[in-house]
């Protein structure tokens, strides 16, 4: 149980294009999924937290015109990437806490999307 | 502000060792803390998580501890084996906050 999914799990995009990444909670219920950002090798940078039918809240640095990010139902969040350049690219990992049945703040973590911008 | 310290940064030693990975935190008033295990270029798989009021999580030939009071925890593998190769991440909760607050990581290698 507790299974997280991301797709694409890869993109390569061209400079200038949107990116839309999608994490599913594919058999519980989320009501806050989060949005994270790892370079290479290093840890994960928390970028925004996502409630289900209301705006993100972004932590501080993180441009919220460039990725944005939409939770419209308990098993969906998207992450678009607006005018993607090639600081962009890096790897995205989704997070989703569980509405009921685990320990507070309990977090299943997506396979990442890599994405590279060329 | 919490901050989450890993050391050390790499580890290398040879099959059936018993080792510790250490991981501190500044501030104490935490909700919990986890354990996470990343392979290279993959996602997070949670290992074990331990409440603020636990000393300690065990899941097969790992043992987690908890120390809340000086700020430290300790991810115990007995026995490793090369499959047990990857970054070990530590996370907390602080308390009134949802986020997780993530150490550097410490890269893993079990040499057959």
């Known amino acids: 149980g507790a299974v997280v999914s991301q797709h694409p799990s890869w993109v390569i995009c061209k400079s200038g294009t949107s990116v839309k990444i999608e994490c599913r909670s594919l058999d519980f219920q989320a009501t806050t999924m989060f949005w994270y950002r790892q370079f290479p090798k290093q840890s994960l940078m928390l970028m925004a937290t996502?409630?289900?039918?209301?705006?993100?809240?972004?932590e501080q640095g993180v441009e919220k015109d460039k990725f944005l990010i939409n939770h419209a139902s308990l098993t969906l969040s998207t992450l678009t990437v607006t005018s993607a350049h090639p600081e962009d690219s890096s790897f995205y990992i989704c997070s989703a806490r569980p509405l009921a049945g685990a320990s507070y703040n309990e977090q299943f973590f997506g396979p990442g999307t890599r994405l590279t911008v060329l | 502000k919490q901050e989450v310290t890993q050391i050390p940064a790499a580890l290398s030693v040879p099959e059936g060792e018993n080792l510790v990975l250490n991981c501190s935190f500044t501030?104490?008033?935490?909700?919990?803390l986890q354990w996470f295990r990343q392979d290279p270029g993959k996602g997070l798989t949670s290992l074990l998580l331990?409440?603020?009021?636990?000393r300690e999580q065990t899941s097969g030939r790992l043992n987690a501890s908890l120390d809340k009071s000086s700020g430290r925890s300790t991810l115990y593998i007995a026995a490793s084996q090369p499959g047990d190769s990857a970054t070990y991440l530590c996370?907390?909760?602080?308390?009134?906050?949802?986020?997780?607050?993530f150490g550097q990581g410490t890269r893993l290698t079990i040499n057959p």
């Open positions: 501030d104490s008033a935490i909700y919990n």
């Open positions: 996370a907390v909760v602080i308390q009134g906050a949802q986020k997780l607050v």
């Open positions: 996502s409630n289900e039918g209301s705006k993100a809240t972004y």
């Open positions: 331990i409440q603020s009021s636990q």
